[in-house]
């Protein structure tokens, strides 16, 4: 086991951890009474932008900096949601923080409505977690008995109310303004940009979305400043002005392959192999890794080759993923169908797109109809190309789509085809050899089995 | 002013003026294609049919910085400095891969659709679609469910623009419409119980881009190629909505709103666009008749105007009853003519069919409980003609003395209009003559039954509540038997040629202050009235004011 001493995890396994006692026992709000005690709102926004704090959602958009787009002298009210839908598959690092130290989240979620002058905070929670949502409400009663939350927070001028409020289950929710949307009761439909939420959000009041872990890492910042933050962690590459760097410490979820899945604390800069093999005890089975998601499957693929790969915000674009996203690496042993991978993702994509863009909405579901056929061993080779056009045609990168759901249900067919093409020709030459040539166009009228 | 940069034309736009991409481009004649994107409508920006190219010119250097990737003109306004390309390789691409995609699903049933030859779909997969399918989806669905009394949706034909819906969320304000299930499952639909129904339904209709709302009114009864539109003004209430009169071979097919800013925006209520049915009902009356001792013999209508000349010449007192669904120039052609046989002649304003209360909706469209088109206009000339203005009831009360011997009444009323109680005072006459379009008590009494024309069939000018005069030409030729009004008080009044509304219009703007500014062209859109109201003061209708304008 390396040497990193977990910050975010330190509670997670103690006896009742989720408790205000635990919490408080441990330490707990004492970056909060410090920050209301000697801190204004403008020192803490300030405090959290010097340390180059990314959002941990998956854009990893630097936190600071998205509060002070919140319009000045605002009469309010300003709302903070927090995002704690956590649909991305195989990603479950925010579950275990609400599971197990839901006061971590509320104590960051406190400071950031403070910095941002908030007065209520709606934390929107995915439906499939019961556990979630039975502790976070009971850690909130508990802050409120405490006067932690409600009027005059500790004695200060500061009030705050927070709700916990449960989704219906469907992964746009966590799109930050499907997720408005949903909390204004209506259809998750991702809204059109400009205006962003930062100007007109919630109930067209300025509002600040942010993930379940960025909030635990807003509690850790102000409980043991900025340079403990920076001292983990990539630091900015000084060429490039604009990049804010990977500062912190990182919630890794494993899963797949693996012998030892589970959500591991680590510096972000660390490699794919190294999480593997340091944290998850290597591939299962004794057996080679073939590929991995980096970070939730809309963020593509990692061929095993690329697996020295640091998981930083920078790293995996580099290798042509998407990005870091919600670090959540699903490892894909050699005995996988790289075929079966990308039509179950074409799957999760067709179902979850939310229909209102067409590019989208179509694209998604030509591209599954697509591997749906492949699969059933019909395939042609020229649906490779077809699948590659949808892919570099949909999503914000293009301008093809409102929000990101159909990058992320591009990269990961790009990924596979691009990475894995040998493959995927090798399969459809052998399931449909009389076939797999075929280029002319298929007429309407005449009607392909297996729809 | 600002300078929007399309396609390499320059187009202005002005300081206060906010309009969006799709507006500046058209401006350049340049078309940019959408789906979901209405002017009446919040812009969703979900279609992505019109995405373009677009940038910032400097306004020093005059340098020009490209946005990397395609936006929705829908929804980037175009200010000075804008810079919209849309003729790039990205952007033909991207129109034709939207192209694909709305018709990967879409069952092309063409030949049977309503909508086929006015079809968004059908129109840009001609100029941006791809000549070729390349995939292999089955699409041949082809479900139908019905939404409500007056719409049918084919649920497979629809592109999900979500025009329907945000109209019924945002313009009739009842919410009937919404989008179930997700992603390629969606569908447009309604809760049960809750159907599409309300007085604006039929609007959703004439906003979807492709055949899948369906009027049920309309179905399957004329292929839209072989109608011309005739531009022309509802008659079914005050508002005056600007429609488009959709005809073939002299039958009206359907009503359709024409956009009119002043009036009606882009909608109709249902009560008008389904109200011109009474213009083909079988029992419309056609024979001009003659009263001849108890019997009523035809009459021909090349004899009539002389013999009519005849009567009233001898007729004693006149009165004269105006219906409100006459046109301006009727009406100034008609009260001529009463006044050339009687100076003396009494001239009555028809009755005005009153139907509940006014009735105001969301986006700002009003039903008005007035149901007939013309009444501000005709009183207006009646002002110019008698001192005060006479209303149906007092003119009533005058035929009760005794002292009227005859009495022209010009109904054309798609209603049933008088009851016999009220006909019965019409008794005492030595001539009645009646021009209408249904039978009535008063038709059954008249010495002359004139067949008369219906909306489709006027050419004129309509005033409606807000003092806007639009002017119309026919768009059907009137049943044998019929002769429009007009036409009929032309002759009377021994005019030269035909019936020429226009003149006529000239000559009542000329002579009547209150239409002065109907003395030019008149536009598509009307004009207002009102202008020279203000600009003479007081608003008077004498003959002394009309003469120093004139």
Known sequence: MPKFEPVLLANIGKPNSHTLAAYQAAGGYKGLRKVLKEMTPAATIDLVKASNLRGRGGAGFPTGLKWTFLPKDHPGPIYMCINADESEPATFNNRILMEEDPHQVLEGTIISCYATRASTAYIYLRFEYPLCYERLQKAIDECYAANLLGKKILGSEFSLDIYLHRGAAAYICGEETGLIESLEGKRAWPR????????????????????????????????????WFKSIGVPSDPKNPRDPGSYGPKLYCISGHINKPGCYEAPLGITCRQLIDEYGGGVWKGRKAKAAVPGGISMGLLTEAEFD????????????CLGL?????????????????????????????????????EGTNWALRMMERIKAGRGRLRDLDLLLEIGDSIGIIPGSTICGLADGAAWPMKNAIRKFRGEFEEYIRRTNPSGYMTTEAVQAMSVAAGH | MGIV??????????????INCIQAAARAGIDIPYYCWHPGLSVVASCRMCLVETGAKHPETGAITMVPKLVPACQTPAKDGTVVVTTSKAVVENRSRVEESLLLDHPIDCPICDKAGECLLQDYHFEHGQSQRRTDIRPFTSRRRELGPTVTLFVDRCVMCSRCVRFAREISGTRELLVINRGSHEEIDVFPGHPLDNKMSGNVVDLCPVGALGDKDFLYKQRVWFMKNQPGVCAGCSTGCSIEICQNQDTVYRLKPRENPFVNKWWMCDEGRYGYHHVHRADRLVEPRRRD?????????????????????????????????????????????AKKYDPQAVLALGPVPVDGKDEKFPGGFTIHAEKCPNRKGVEAV????????????QLLTELDSGTIRAAWVAGGYPKPWIDEATAERFDKLDLLIAQDMFDSPLWQRATYQLPGASFAERAGSYVNCNDRLQSF??????????????????????????????????????????????????????????????????????????????
């Open chain 1, 309 to 320: 790969t640091p998981l930083d915000f920078a790293g995996p674009g580099k290798v042509g």
């Open chain 2, 382 to 393: 009646l002002n110019k003609f008698s001192e005060r203005l006479v209303t149906f009831d």
């Open chain 2, 293 to 337: 001792g108890a019997a009523l013999v035809n009459a021909d209508w090349s004899a009539l105007p002389q013999e009519l000349d005849a009567r009233l010449k001898k007729a004693g007192r006149l009165a004269v009853v105006i219906s409100p669904f006459l046109t301006v120039e009727e009406a100034y052609l008609l009260a001529q003519m």
């Open chain 1, 192 to 227: 059109i940009k400009p205006p962003f939420p930062a100007v007109e959000g919630l109930f067209r009041k300025p509002t600040v979305v942010n993930n379940v872990e960025t909030m635990a890492c807003v509690t850790q910042i102000a409980a043991r400043g900025v340079d």
């Open chain 1, 325 to 361: 996203g919600t670090a959540a690496v699903t490892v894909i042993d050699e005995t996988v169908s790289m075929v079966d991978f990308l039509h179950n993702t074409c799957r999760f994509f067709q179902h979850e797109s939310c229909g209102q863009c067409t590019p989208c909405r």
């Open chain 2, 5 to 18: 940069i399309v396609d390499g034309h320059e187009v202005e736009v002005g300081p206060q003026e906010r």
């Open chain 2, 473 to 550: 030409d026919w768009a059907i030729r009137p049943p044998a038997g019929v002769w429009i009004e007009g036409h009929l008080y032309w002759r009377l009044l021994g005019r030269k040629g035909m019936y020429n509304p226009r003149s006529v219009l000239s000559e009542v703007a000329a002579e009547i202050i209150y239409f002065a500014a109907a003395g030019g062209e008149v536009s598509p859109v009307g004009v207002d009235l009102k202008v020279n109201l203000l600009a003479a003061g007081n608003g008077a209708t004498t003959p002394a004011a009309a003469q120093a304008t004139a």
